[in-house]
Structure formats: C-alpha cells, structure tokens
T-cell receptor, first 111, second 110 residues
Framework: ETGVTQSPTHLIKTRGQQVTLRCSSQ?????VSWYQQALGQGPQFIFQ???????GRGNFPPRFSGLQFPNYSSELNVNALELDDSALYLC??????????FGSGTRLTVV | TQLLEQSPQFLSIQEGENLTVYCNSS?????LQWYRQEPGEGPVLLVT?????EVKKLKRLTFQFGDARKDSSLHITAAQPGDTGLYLC??????????FGTGTRLKVLA
C-alpha cells in the first residue's frame, strides 16, 4: 500500500466536543507525525510517534493526544474543542529516509 | 525558539519569469526540505538538502542550502502556471521534529 490517507476529509464539530481523526500511513513507515495548519500558515508540529510510542511533542496542550497502531494506522484525538482548533490537520509518515509523505489532511471546523 | 522565515510571503508573476524564494533562520538545521502544497492537499516533498553549500536541481527548480545550514533558497526558472502553489521550507530540529517556515504563496499568471 502506498501513500498516506486521512479520514474524514472534512468535519464540523461544536465547541466542547471531542474529535478523533484517523490516518493510514504508508506501509513500512514506522514514524508518523501530526501537524496543525491554520489558514495561511505553515504546519505546526503537534507530536510524533515511533513504533507506537510518542517520541516528540510540540507546544500543544494535553487535550491533544494520539495513538499509533501496529498496522501503520494512527489517530489524533482532541478533547474539549475550542474555536481556535479549527484548522487543517495533517498526518505525515516517514520510513527512515529524509522527508515525510503527507496525507491530504482533515479540515476541522469548530463552531 | 527556532523559527524559519520565508520571503516573500506572496508573489504574483507572469509565465516565463524567474523568481527566488528565501528561507532564513538564526538556527542551524541538520537538513532542510522544500515542499509544495496545493489547495486542499497536503505538502508534497520536492527536495532535501543536507550539506552546507549544497545545490540541487529539479528540472527548472534550483535549491541551495546555505554554507552555515541556516538558510536556503529556491529559484524557479521560466515559471509556468503549474508552479502555482504554497512553497514551504522545513528544517529538521533534533531527531523527531520538523519546523516549517511561514510559506510563500506563488501565483503564476498565463
């Protein structure tokens, strides 16, 4: 299986709700990272998982959490959604070489 | 805090013109990548540069990594409408994190 796929592509949630975003990484890629990209900005690093363990985190609060599974899939969970969480959420996987393969993202709108 | 600043932020040019996009930081990066992102899509990796002073060419695109590995440039020769997009540089910070630049939005008019 090639490429990185994310679901859903678009999502609308209400402030205070919880959301789970999913990512299916490229086969053989043990490293997956999640990024938040606000409109007109570059992606901001949320966290990274390597072989199902979190091994790096950006400046995001604990209500942003994740999981990585043995089948190269992963999840990003956000609790207590805030209006500022509205953004494009990108999943990227890497199999050891330089550079990431990005998915097309999930556009989350919090109202 | 490591930051990557890109300039210009916006660029609108005519087809056939040349352009250069800059990516600057006060921090040293072990490697630097350039990505292009189109609306509704994730960034797509164009190139990775690792060695200070390194120059890489990808058809009409020329990438250079600064000697001190703090800055990089992307030069496009004879731009085409298909080059339109958001260009992002990203520097490797440590072993697990990439810092993305602020982005340069390029529009090439036919």
């Amino acid at each position: 299986e090639t490429g990185v796929t994310q679901s859903p592509t678009h999502l609308i949630k209400t402030r205070g709700q919880q959301v789970t975003l999913r990512c299916s990484s490229q086969s053989g890629h043990n490293t997956v990272s999640w990024y938040q990209q606000a409109l007109g900005q570059g992606p901001q690093f949320i966290f990274q998982y390597y072989r199902e363990e979190e091994n790096g985190r950006g400046n995001f609060p604990p209500r942003f959490s994740g999981l990585q599974f043995p089948n190269y899939s992963s999840e990003l969970n956000v609790n207590a959604l805030e209006l500022d969480d509205s953004a494009l959420y990108l999943c990227a996987s890497r199999g050891g070489s330089y550079g990431y393969t990005f998915g097309s993202g999930t556009r989350l709108t919090v109202v | 805090t490591q930051l990557l600043e890109q300039s210009p932020q916006f660029l609108s040019i005519q087809e056939g013109e040349n352009l250069t996009v800059y990516c600057n930081s006060s921090s040293v990066f072990s490697s630097l990548q350039w990505y292009r992102q189109e609306p509704g899509e994730g960034p797509v990796l164009l190139v990775t540069v690792v060695t200070g002073g390194e120059v890489k060419k990808l058809k009409r695109l020329t990438f250079q990594f600064g000697d001190a590995r703090k800055d990089s440039s992307l030069h496009i020769t004879a731009a085409q409408p298909g080059d339109t997009g958001l260009y992002l540089c990203a520097g490797a910070s440590g072993t697990y994190k990439y810092i993305f630049g602020t982005g340069t939005r390029l529009k090439v008019l036919a």
